[in-house]
């Protein structure tokens, strides 16, 4: 009996031990996350400069960091410099009355009259629909000036943050199979299970990062450049916001497109509406929809309903790191139920996952 009390007392102060450092460790969840996710993504490319260069870990891993932050890091920064700048005018014209949003809903609304009758159907104040609407539309601009504003009094912990989410990448780069089969000594789920379980997490947020990011790009840069084609003032800006929005399955860029198409029909440039409308819906949407389940749905083995359902309830619970989070949880979610399946049920295809999916008793997943 001492012995089992020692033993019960031990694991109580082991799991006690580790929420402590789990909450220790909260104030730095996004370096560590994104640490996480580079080391992730960026796993082939160590692996092909370390056939190239020999073992010298510490090179290699060097080198991939370097390759990490000229190809993602770096412009992204760029890119979130320009959309505050970008926002920063926009609030300024707004506040000095050159860009009035009310002007441009009350058009629309002259223009087509029954949108105000369709309303009306349904007991909606068109008034208060249309001050809301502006305000949202000032608050947003508000929030990127306030945005410029901290970026520039909270200059010192951006960048502890990102020399933090550097400094872990390259240990993780470096160390990180070695972390790996620590764990998998640790954990007592049993290796195959635990080998299962790391590969999943591994393959969903390699397909979520690197395929949401992927179209996000695409879906910014086809929107930004169609509204600088047709001369519609903030290209940049909007092509911006389409790539985050875009973030989000089945709606993303159409949150910004349609509206300035319905504006464009409203003012009577119905050319320019017509482009705007053919390219959003045949360009903008096939690629969303063409190349979401390739990227998304297709490496992570999650029906398009739950990548969907998954990132929105990421993105409300995390923030904007729940574009990732949420299909994670969601595939790890369907993971454990598929070893449960397995091995206190009979297979069960339902969720997705069959025998195929999991590993046999007697082997191990890479």
């Not at 070695?178 to 299962?196: C, F, M, N, Q, T």
């Not at 017509?274 to 063409?290: E, S």
Request: glycine residues 10%; charged residues 15%.
């Amino acid at each position: 009996m001492y012995e089992k009390l020692e033993t019960r007392t031990f694991l109580a102060l082991l799991v006690g031990v580790s929420l402590a450092f789990v909450l220790l460790m909260k104030p730095f969840f996004g370096p560590i996350f994104w640490a996480v996710a580079i080391a992730l993504i960026f796993h082939p490319v160590q692996q092909w400069l370390l056939r190239r260069i020999g073992d010298r870990p510490n090179t290699v891993a060097l080198l991939t960091l370097t390759l990490c932050m000229v190809i993602v890091v770096i412009p992204v920064i760029v890119l979130i410099t320009s959309l505050v700048a970008e926002g920063v005018s926009l609030y300024q014209q707004i506040q000095d009355g050159e860009l009035r949003p009310g002007e441009y809903i009350d058009k629309v609304t002259q223009s087509f009259p029954a949108i105000q009758s369709l309303l009306n159907q349904f007991d909606i104040d068109l008034s208060g629909l249309r001050e809301r609407a502006v305000n949202a539309f000032v608050g947003g601009s508000q929030f990127l000036a306030k945005q410029a504003l901290g970026v520039g009094q909270n200059t010192f912990q951006f960048f502890l943050s990102l020399a933090l989410m550097v400094y872990l990448a390259f240990f993780l780069l470096r160390d990180g199979h070695k972390l790996v089969e620590l764990l998998i000594k640790a954990l007592p789920l049993g290796d195959a299970r635990e080998r299962l379980l790391f590969a999943k997490f591994a393959e969903v947020t390699r397909a979520t990062v690197k395929g949401n990011l992927l179209i996000a790009i695409i879906q910014g840069a086809l929107g930004g450049f169609i509204f600088w084609v047709l001369g519609i003032k903030g290209a940049l800006l909007w092509g911006v916001v389409m790539a985050i929005v875009s973030l989000l399955p089945a709606v993303g860029a159409a949150i910004v497109w349609v509206p300035a198409a319905v504006y464009l029909f409203a003012v009577g440039d119905w050319v320019q509406a017509t482009v705007l409308t053919a390219f959003g819906v045949v360009v903008i949407g096939l690629a969303d929809n063409i190349l979401r389940p390739i990227f998304v749905g297709r490496d992570t083995k999650l029906p398009d309903y739950i990548v969907l359902l998954s990132t929105l309830g990421g993105i409300v619970m995390f923030g904007i790191n729940g574009f990732v989070m949420g299909p994670l949880v969601a595939a790890l979610f369907m993971a454990f139920w598929g070893i449960f399946i397995r091995e206190f049920g009979e297979h069960d295809t339902t969720l997705g996952l069959g025998p195929r999916d999991l590993p046999d008793d007697d082997s191990s997943a890479t």
